[in-house]
Protein backbone atom coordinates (compact mmCIF):
# COMPACT_ATOMS: atom_id res chain seq x y z
CA UNK A 1 0.00 0.00 0.00
CA UNK A 2 1.46 3.93 -0.67
CA UNK A 3 1.85 5.55 2.23
CA UNK A 4 3.57 9.60 2.92
CA UNK A 5 6.88 9.23 4.61
CA UNK A 6 8.71 11.10 6.83
CA UNK A 7 12.89 10.62 6.09
CA UNK A 8 14.67 13.45 7.38
CA UNK A 9 14.03 17.01 8.92
CA UNK A 10 14.00 19.75 6.31
CA UNK A 11 13.42 17.05 3.32
CA UNK A 12 9.56 16.72 1.92
CA UNK A 13 7.81 13.38 2.67
CA UNK A 14 8.37 10.65 0.22
CA UNK A 15 5.63 8.45 -1.47
CA UNK A 16 6.60 4.92 -0.71
CA UNK A 17 5.10 1.46 -0.76
CA UNK A 18 4.85 -0.26 1.92
CA UNK A 19 3.85 -3.62 3.68
CA UNK A 20 0.38 -3.67 5.23
CA UNK A 21 0.77 -3.77 9.26
CA UNK A 22 -0.54 -6.70 10.90
CA UNK A 23 -1.94 -7.09 14.65
CA UNK A 24 0.16 -7.89 17.26
CA UNK A 25 -1.53 -9.23 20.44
CA UNK A 26 -2.40 -6.30 22.11
CA UNK A 27 -3.37 -4.41 18.74
CA UNK A 28 -5.82 -4.06 16.27
CA UNK A 29 -5.07 -2.92 12.45
CA UNK A 30 -7.42 -0.15 11.51
CA UNK A 31 -8.73 0.77 8.08
CA UNK A 32 -8.42 4.37 7.65
CA UNK A 33 -11.07 6.31 6.31
CA UNK A 34 -9.82 9.81 7.59
CA UNK A 35 -6.39 11.35 9.20
CA UNK A 36 -6.20 14.93 10.04
CA UNK A 37 -3.11 17.30 9.46
CA UNK A 38 -1.42 18.41 12.36
CA UNK A 39 0.64 21.68 13.00
CA UNK A 40 2.86 18.97 15.26
CA UNK A 41 3.62 17.79 11.42
CA UNK A 42 5.07 20.53 10.00
CA UNK A 43 7.46 20.96 13.16
CA UNK A 44 8.26 17.34 12.62
CA UNK A 45 9.20 18.31 8.36
CA UNK A 46 11.11 21.32 9.70
CA UNK A 47 12.64 21.28 13.33
CA UNK A 48 15.16 18.82 14.40
CA UNK A 49 14.09 18.91 17.94
CA UNK A 50 11.82 16.20 17.11
CA UNK A 51 13.70 13.24 15.60
CA UNK A 52 14.78 11.85 19.41
CA UNK A 53 10.76 11.48 19.77
CA UNK A 54 10.40 9.34 16.47
CA UNK A 55 10.68 5.62 16.05
CA UNK A 56 12.32 4.48 13.20
CA UNK A 57 12.62 5.91 9.61
CA UNK A 58 11.40 6.09 7.26
CA UNK A 59 7.75 6.74 9.20
CA UNK A 60 4.62 7.06 7.86
CA UNK A 61 3.33 10.40 10.27
CA UNK A 62 0.01 11.31 11.09
CA UNK A 63 -1.69 10.94 14.50
CA UNK A 64 -5.18 11.77 14.09
CA UNK A 65 -7.08 8.43 12.88
CA UNK A 66 -10.41 7.59 12.70
CA UNK A 67 -11.29 4.13 10.77
CA UNK A 68 -12.82 0.71 11.16
CA UNK A 69 -10.93 -1.98 12.53
CA UNK A 70 -10.38 -4.74 9.91
CA UNK A 71 -7.99 -6.93 12.12
CA UNK A 72 -7.95 -7.94 16.10
CA UNK A 73 -5.09 -9.30 18.05
CA UNK A 74 -5.71 -12.38 20.33
CA UNK A 75 -5.52 -10.74 23.58
CA UNK A 76 -7.88 -8.02 22.28
CA UNK A 77 -10.94 -7.71 24.44
CA UNK A 78 -14.02 -5.27 23.95
CA UNK A 79 -13.39 -4.24 19.96
CA UNK A 80 -14.54 -6.62 17.38
CA UNK A 81 -13.81 -6.65 13.80
CA UNK A 82 -16.19 -3.61 11.55
CA UNK A 83 -16.27 -1.36 15.33
CA UNK A 84 -15.96 2.70 14.29
CA UNK A 85 -12.97 3.57 16.17
CA UNK A 86 -10.70 6.96 16.92
CA UNK A 87 -7.34 6.65 18.06
CA UNK A 88 -5.92 8.51 21.01
CA UNK A 89 -2.34 9.08 20.10
CA UNK A 90 -0.73 9.88 23.61
CA UNK A 91 -2.88 7.42 25.71
CA UNK A 92 -0.57 6.72 28.87
CA UNK A 93 1.04 3.11 28.03
CA UNK A 94 0.00 2.67 24.55
CA UNK A 95 1.80 3.92 21.51
CA UNK A 96 1.74 6.20 19.59
CA UNK A 97 0.97 6.37 15.99
CA UNK A 98 2.73 8.73 13.80
CA UNK A 99 5.65 9.32 16.26
CA UNK A 100 6.96 5.80 17.77
CA UNK A 101 5.45 4.23 14.69
CA UNK A 102 3.63 4.02 11.44
CA UNK A 103 0.59 6.64 11.45
CA UNK A 104 -2.60 7.62 9.77
CA UNK A 105 -1.22 9.43 6.12
CA UNK A 106 -1.31 5.89 4.28
CA UNK A 107 -4.93 3.30 4.42
CA UNK A 108 -3.97 1.55 7.21
CA UNK A 109 -2.33 1.10 10.71
CA UNK A 110 -1.71 -0.78 13.48
CA UNK A 111 -2.99 0.70 16.89
CA UNK A 112 -3.19 -0.56 20.78
CA UNK A 113 -6.20 -1.52 21.68
CA UNK A 114 -6.47 0.25 24.75
CA UNK A 115 -5.81 3.77 22.50
CA UNK A 116 -9.28 3.31 20.81
CA UNK A 117 -12.10 5.12 21.56
CA UNK A 118 -15.88 4.08 19.63
CA UNK A 119 -16.65 6.78 17.25
CA UNK A 120 -20.67 7.38 17.60
CA UNK A 121 -22.81 6.43 14.57
CA UNK A 122 -23.70 10.63 14.48
CA UNK A 123 -20.10 11.52 13.46
CA UNK A 124 -18.54 11.40 10.48
CA UNK A 125 -14.80 10.32 10.14
CA UNK A 126 -13.47 13.63 9.55
CA UNK A 127 -15.25 14.69 12.77
CA UNK A 128 -14.18 11.77 14.53
CA UNK A 129 -10.38 12.24 13.21
CA UNK A 130 -10.25 15.56 14.12
CA UNK A 131 -11.54 14.86 17.88
CA UNK A 132 -8.46 12.67 18.11
CA UNK A 133 -5.81 15.29 18.63
CA UNK A 134 -7.21 18.85 17.78
CA UNK A 135 -10.26 18.41 19.73
CA UNK A 136 -8.54 16.19 22.18
CA UNK A 137 -5.82 18.27 23.11
CA UNK A 138 -8.36 21.61 22.87
CA UNK A 139 -10.45 19.99 26.03
CA UNK A 140 -7.39 18.87 27.51
CA UNK A 141 -6.10 22.09 27.82
CA UNK A 142 -9.26 23.75 28.59
CA UNK A 143 -10.75 21.28 30.97
CA UNK A 144 -8.10 19.20 32.38
CA UNK A 145 -5.14 21.68 32.48
CA UNK A 146 -6.78 24.79 32.73
CA UNK A 147 -9.61 23.96 34.63
CA UNK A 148 -12.04 26.45 33.66
CA UNK A 149 -15.47 26.76 34.76
CA UNK A 150 -18.82 28.77 34.19
CA UNK A 151 -17.90 32.73 34.82
CA UNK A 152 -14.27 32.37 34.31
CA UNK A 153 -12.73 35.30 31.82
CA UNK A 154 -10.57 33.10 29.17
CA UNK A 155 -8.27 34.31 26.63
CA UNK A 156 -7.23 31.71 23.97
CA UNK A 157 -4.13 32.24 21.36
CA UNK A 158 -4.79 31.51 18.08
CA UNK A 159 -8.00 30.22 15.95
CA UNK A 160 -6.85 27.47 14.36
CA UNK A 161 -7.63 23.87 14.09
CA UNK A 162 -7.39 23.71 18.08
CA UNK A 163 -7.88 27.33 19.19
CA UNK A 164 -11.65 27.49 17.59
CA UNK A 165 -12.31 23.76 19.18
CA UNK A 166 -10.66 25.27 22.61
CA UNK A 167 -12.62 28.50 22.32
CA UNK A 168 -16.21 26.61 21.42
CA UNK A 169 -15.48 24.09 24.26
CA UNK A 170 -14.64 27.59 26.49
CA UNK A 171 -17.84 29.27 25.49
CA UNK A 172 -20.30 26.05 26.17
CA UNK A 173 -18.71 25.78 29.48
CA UNK A 174 -20.13 29.38 30.37
CA UNK A 175 -17.18 31.19 29.88
CA UNK A 176 -16.54 34.82 28.16
CA UNK A 177 -13.63 34.26 25.77
CA UNK A 178 -10.94 36.45 24.24
CA UNK A 179 -9.15 35.13 21.12
CA UNK A 180 -5.98 36.42 20.07
CA UNK A 181 -5.63 36.34 16.16
CA UNK A 182 -3.49 38.04 13.63
CA UNK A 183 -5.51 36.40 10.69
CA UNK A 184 -8.55 38.62 10.64
CA UNK A 185 -10.03 36.56 7.57
CA UNK A 186 -10.74 33.99 10.15
CA UNK A 187 -12.51 36.89 12.67
CA UNK A 188 -15.97 35.81 11.79
CA UNK A 189 -15.29 32.52 12.53
CA UNK A 190 -14.83 33.54 16.37
CA UNK A 191 -17.82 35.70 16.31
CA UNK A 192 -19.94 32.51 14.95
CA UNK A 193 -18.73 30.16 17.75
CA UNK A 194 -19.85 32.95 20.65
CA UNK A 195 -16.65 34.58 21.28
CA UNK A 196 -16.60 37.91 23.28
CA UNK A 197 -13.67 39.73 21.43
CA UNK A 198 -11.08 39.36 19.18
CA UNK A 199 -7.91 41.16 18.81
CA UNK A 200 -4.83 40.93 16.72
CA UNK A 201 -2.33 40.73 19.43
CA UNK A 202 -1.83 38.79 23.00
CA UNK A 203 -0.70 42.02 24.13
CA UNK A 204 -3.96 43.45 23.67
CA UNK A 205 -5.50 41.17 26.35
CA UNK A 206 -3.31 43.46 29.35
CA UNK A 207 -6.00 45.24 31.54
CA UNK A 208 -8.31 42.81 30.36
CA UNK A 209 -8.59 40.72 34.06
CA UNK A 210 -8.27 37.25 32.16
CA UNK A 211 -8.28 34.35 34.54
CA UNK A 212 -6.57 31.66 32.06
CA UNK A 213 -5.01 31.75 28.92
CA UNK A 214 -4.17 28.70 26.54
CA UNK A 215 -1.75 29.20 23.93
CA UNK A 216 -2.28 27.29 20.92
CA UNK A 217 -0.01 28.63 19.13
CA UNK A 218 3.28 28.45 20.94
CA UNK A 219 5.72 31.31 18.95
CA UNK A 220 7.65 31.98 21.75
CA UNK A 221 6.47 35.90 21.86
CA UNK A 222 2.64 34.25 22.57
CA UNK A 223 4.18 32.62 25.76
CA UNK A 224 5.91 35.38 27.02
CA UNK A 225 3.05 37.76 26.04
CA UNK A 226 0.70 35.62 27.93
CA UNK A 227 2.55 36.21 30.83
CA UNK A 228 2.29 39.37 31.17
CA UNK A 229 -1.64 39.71 30.04
CA UNK A 230 -3.15 37.72 32.14
CA UNK A 231 -4.46 38.42 35.50
CA UNK A 232 -2.05 38.65 38.39
CA UNK A 233 -2.27 35.01 40.28
CA UNK A 234 -3.71 34.13 36.98
CA UNK A 235 -3.09 30.59 34.70
CA UNK A 236 -0.92 30.65 31.25
CA UNK A 237 -1.67 26.94 29.52
CA UNK A 238 1.29 26.55 27.10
CA UNK A 239 0.40 23.67 23.88
CA UNK A 240 1.26 25.16 20.55
CA UNK A 241 4.58 24.16 19.90
CA UNK A 242 5.22 26.55 16.61
CA UNK A 243 8.34 27.34 18.23
CA UNK A 244 10.28 24.84 20.09
CA UNK A 245 11.80 27.29 22.44
CA UNK A 246 10.48 30.59 23.97
CA UNK A 247 12.06 33.61 26.19
CA UNK A 248 10.16 34.89 29.11
CA UNK A 249 9.77 37.20 31.64
CA UNK A 250 10.63 35.38 34.89
CA UNK A 251 9.79 38.15 36.90
CA UNK A 252 6.61 38.78 35.50
CA UNK A 253 6.28 35.19 36.06
CA UNK A 254 7.03 35.59 39.63
CA UNK A 255 6.14 39.06 41.11
CA UNK A 256 2.81 38.27 39.18
CA UNK A 257 2.38 35.11 40.87
CA UNK A 258 1.44 33.23 37.64
CA UNK A 259 0.79 29.26 36.92
CA UNK A 260 2.89 28.53 33.61
CA UNK A 261 1.19 24.80 32.65
CA UNK A 262 2.47 22.78 29.85
CA UNK A 263 -0.44 20.92 28.03
CA UNK A 264 0.25 17.59 26.15
CA UNK A 265 -2.53 15.64 24.28
CA UNK A 266 -4.97 14.03 26.54
CA UNK A 267 -6.51 10.37 27.15
CA UNK A 268 -9.07 8.29 25.51
CA UNK A 269 -11.47 10.25 28.48
CA UNK A 270 -11.09 13.40 26.78
CA UNK A 271 -11.41 11.96 23.71
CA UNK A 272 -15.09 10.73 24.44
CA UNK A 273 -15.84 14.29 26.15
CA UNK A 274 -15.37 15.84 22.78
CA UNK A 275 -17.33 12.99 20.85
CA UNK A 276 -20.37 13.84 23.10
CA UNK A 277 -19.96 17.70 22.10
CA UNK A 278 -19.72 17.10 18.43
CA UNK A 279 -22.63 14.58 18.63
CA UNK A 280 -25.17 16.98 20.58
CA UNK A 281 -24.36 19.31 17.65
CA UNK A 282 -23.21 22.35 20.11
CA UNK A 283 -19.27 21.34 18.81
CA UNK A 284 -19.19 21.81 15.26
CA UNK A 285 -15.24 22.80 14.25
CA UNK A 286 -14.84 23.99 10.13
CA UNK A 287 -13.06 21.42 8.65
CA UNK A 288 -11.87 21.03 4.91
CA UNK A 289 -11.49 18.17 3.61
CA UNK A 290 -8.23 16.92 0.83
CA UNK A 291 -7.39 13.75 -0.73
CA UNK A 292 -4.73 11.69 0.32
CA UNK A 293 -2.25 12.60 -2.82
CA UNK A 294 -2.85 15.92 -1.40
CA UNK A 295 -1.32 15.93 2.33
CA UNK A 296 2.28 17.36 1.21
CA UNK A 297 0.06 20.38 -0.31
CA UNK A 298 -2.33 20.50 2.66
CA UNK A 299 0.94 20.23 5.25
CA UNK A 300 2.63 23.14 3.30
CA UNK A 301 -0.30 24.94 3.19
CA UNK A 302 -0.40 24.71 7.14
CA UNK A 303 3.01 26.08 7.73
CA UNK A 304 2.38 28.89 5.30
CA UNK A 305 -0.63 30.06 7.90
CA UNK A 306 -2.78 29.50 4.33
CA UNK A 307 -5.75 27.26 6.37
CA UNK A 308 -8.92 27.93 7.78
CA UNK A 309 -10.23 25.38 10.65
CA UNK A 310 -8.71 21.93 10.07
CA UNK A 311 -7.85 19.97 7.07
CA UNK A 312 -8.78 16.15 7.60
CA UNK A 313 -7.73 13.67 4.52
CA UNK A 314 -10.37 11.33 3.94
CA UNK A 315 -9.83 7.98 1.76
CA UNK A 316 -10.99 4.55 1.30
CA UNK A 317 -8.92 1.89 1.64
Known amino acids: MKAWQFTNTHEPLVLNEVPEPTAGPDDVVIDIKAAGLCHSDVGLLEDEGWLPMLGPRPLTPGHEIAGVISAVGEDVEGWKVGDRVGVCPSEEGATSPGYTHDGGYSFKCAASAKSLVAVPESLSFEQAAAGTDAGMTSYHAVVTAGGVKEGDRVGIIGLGGLGQ ?153
Not at 175 to 182: S, Y
Not at 187 to 205: A, K, M
Request: one cysteine or more.
Open 165 to 317: IGARIAVLRGCEVHVAEPNKQVWPLGEEIGVTRIVSDVTEFAGENLDVIIDFAGFGTTTAGAIEAVRPGGTVVQVGLGRMEATINTTALVTRRITLIGSLGGSVEDIKGVYDMLASGELNPTLTSITFNEIPEGLDRLSKGDVVGRLVATYDA
